[in-house]
């Protein structure tokens, strides 16, 4: 199955390989040189395992355990634990002293977790040197990639190109090339394989690691005929010796105070630790300051902890050997340089006199050629430059170069041609070889090289003086677009803003029209600066041509004039066409409101007149009058529909300009200019003359009625006074003529007065009914009756003649008495 590599996968292991360059992740302090394999340690441990067997005493058993590596250690105590042989089970208590350490070294749990934070560190030093590190050590190696990156850091050679796929095969195959390189330094791997690395086994991870460490950071360590553990071991005692309460004997318990550690430090960098204030009785202080100053100053991390050590009976010796061999390669490489200069002073005092010459000889022809290969490039480059400052300076330097750095020169490559015929000389009066010096540095090459340099020369003046003049000429250009630019910038700000104000949405028609004039006065303003665009733009355009440095932000500039400009005569257009359209609708709007207000004004007179007519009070006294006033009002109700539809109409004039103003969102500024009278006050008119047409309507009605009442009442009293009225006027006559003729006796004549009065007495219900009716027509407010020319006068006089008549009674009653009487006397 294929899989492509992909260059966005950030977990890969390394980029491709031609955009890698791997000798920067390299630490230039291991050495390259690859040392003859030593003897295997781990084959003599196990042939002495063979031979544990023949022994009989516990004492060959816990030898043979002492000699083997803690992983070995672990296996051989649990192969003797299984052992029936008492010896050998008794070595194994005597080895492991308590059921707690016992069990611990079974499982190796402790020393596991000790050791594994160790080469954590260990490990992270040299990865950090190619950008990246590890967090979990049995998880972070087990695809591979960071476990060859660490190899190719650590022996500066480059592995095969691992597996870009994630899928297990893919992993084992990266780990087992690992694992091959680390075979092919010299390194047997026992039972340390791919697939376990790739599941993450913690043992067989630390044993890897634990292995690795000891190819490339202890087994070159070399002291006094000694190696690896052994020259460790050594170097560490040689150094710390002059130190008390120092006395390094192994990797483990030897370092529980710190004061090794501290020692080491001191004695290379004693500025970096104050040794005399140290004590023994603290060893957390002396192990965090050793750890601490390391990691500052050294560059060494820190890979212990200072508590872990002091807790733990026997600290773990890998984890301290792996820490230890930092501080070694950290101090013997500065060691190792000072002998390599020793030995070079050694051959250079040997061979001083006799090749002093010579290197002065190829020292000063270096010195002048590459003085000489540098100016060449100097005077050829004809690269412009930007401004007239930078210019003029090179010009100033050309002139340097000719007064000051020039002629010392001359004067070098003259010396240098005398130095080489006098070495020569020399050398063949002592009778050695002649001189060859290195290749290009011949006399005959530094008279070429000198050639060249004279032809370079001719002409850089020439054109740096018509460079000089073409500057000139761009920076006049430059001024002059910046001049022109500023100007049209400083006319043209607030143009856009102003172009697009809205305000002639809320202006009126009169508004409008000094807007528009206003507006055809920007336009031509706008058209007399076409000219100075057009000119900024031919600057712009010049300016290219001429290669101008800056020519990006005039064109930007120039860009953006030009863009403007484009954008006003837009904005200029649209705001004219807007102004136009503006007009055109308020000059409809203005048409519509005065077609309005001349239509409004008299329908509005025309209402209030019909309100005023139809709340007039009327007074009538005749049905004929209330008819009139009848007719009339039907005839106004008839003009109603004719006069709905007036209203409709000037109210739809006004719909039309709410129309307008709704369809083109016109904000009108104000009310109707040429009359006040608004659709509502219309519509509140219209409808109170509504109202009051049935209002009209009931009165007229109720008015009818009551006049219709009134004739009845005028004609029940005109038929009753058209019969009472002459019966009154003949009896007043007679009685006129009784009180004037009287015939007959007194008696007689009473006689006939009774008669006359019981007349009168037995018609008076009739007259109080015609009272009755009178009474009812006053109240009516009736003031005349065309029925009848009698009124209730005659029945008055009839009343007052009654009386009369009673009066002229009871006279004649009196006189009738007296009459009889003797006391009679005719004489009134």
Known sequence: MDHHYDPQQTNDYMQPEEDWDRDLLLDPAWEKQQRKENFDGSQKRLQLF?????????????????????????????????????????????????????????????????????????????????????????????????????????????????????????????????????????????????????????????????????????????????????????????????????????????WKDGLGFCALIHRHRPELIDYGKLRKDDPLTNLNTAFDVAEKYLDIPKMLDAEDIIGTLRPDEKAIMTYVSC?????????????????????????????????????????????????????????PENTMQAMQQKLEDFRDYRRLHKPPKVQEKCQLEINFNTLQTKLRLSNRPAFMPSEGKMVSDINNAWGGLEQAEKGYEEWLLNEIRRLERLDHLAEKFRQKASIHESWTDGKEAMLQQKDYETATLSEIKALLKKHEAFESDLAAHQDRVEQIAAIAQELNELDYYDSPSVNARCQKICDQWDNLGALTQKRREALERTEKLLETIDQLYLEYAKRAAPFNNWMEGAMEDLQDTFIVHTIEEIQGLTTAHEQFKATLPDADKERQAILGIHNEVSKIVQTYHVNMAGTNPYTTITPQEINGKWEHVRQLVPRRDQALMEEHARQQQNERLRKQFGAQANVIGPWIQTKMEE??????????????????????????????????????????????????????????????????????????????????????????????
Request: with cysteine; glycine share 4%; charged share 25%.
């Open 50 to 254: 063979k031979r544990v067997h023949a022994s009989s005493g516990p004492k060959g058993n816990l030898a043979v355990i002492s000699l083997a590596t803690p992983e070995e250690s672990l296996d051989l105590y649990s192969k003797l634990k299984a052992c029936s042989r008492p010896c050998i089970a008794e070595a194994c208590q005597t080895l492991f002293h308590t059921p707690a350490q016992q069990e611990t070294c079974h499982t190796g749990e402790s020393k596991q977790f000790s050791a594994g934070s160790t080469f954590t560190a260990w490990c992270n030093s040299h990865l950090r040197k190619a950008g990246t590190q590890i967090e979990n050590i049995e998880e972070d190696f087990r695809d591979g990639l960071k476990l060859m990156l660490l190899l190719e850091v650590i022996s500066g050679e480059r592995l095969a190109k691992p597996e870009r796929g994630k899928m297990r095969v893919h992993k084992i195959s990266n780990v087992n090339k690992a694992l091959d390189f680390i075979a092919s330094k010299g390194v047997k791997l026992v039972s340390i394989g791919a697939e376990e690395i790739v599941d993450g086994n913690v043992k067989m991870t630390l044993g890897m690691i634990w292995t690795i460490i000891l190819r490339f950071a202890i087994q070159d360590i070399s002291v006094e005929e000694t190696s690896a553990k052994e020259g460790l071991l050594l170097w560490c005692q040689r150094k710390t010796a002059p130190y008390k309460n120092v006395n390094i004997q192994n990797f483990h318990i030897s």
């Open 327 to 383: 501080y070694y390669h950290a101090f013997s490489g500065a060691q190792k340089a000072e002998t390599a200069a020793n030995r070079i002073c050694k051959v250079l005092a040997v061979n001083q006199e006799n090749e002093q010459l010579m290197e002065d000889y190829e020292k000063l022809a270096s010195d002048l050629l590459e003085w000489i290969r540098r100016t060449i490039p100097w005077l050829e480059n004809r690269a």
């Open 735 to 828: 009685i006129g003529r009784i009180s004037i003729e009287m015939h007959g006796t007194l008696e007689d004549q009473l006689n006939h007065l009774r008669q006359y009065e019981k007349s009168i007495v037995n018609y008076k219900p009739k007259i109080d009914q015609l009272e009755g009716d009178h009474q009812q027509i006053q109240e009516a407010l009736i003031f005349d009756n065309k029925h009848t020319n009698y009124t209730m006068e005659l029945t008055h006089t009839a009343d007052e003649k009654e009386a009369l008549l009673s009066k002229q009674i009871t006279l004649a009653v009196r006189i009738t008495y007296f009459a009889t009487s003797s006391t009679f006397d005719p004489v009134f």
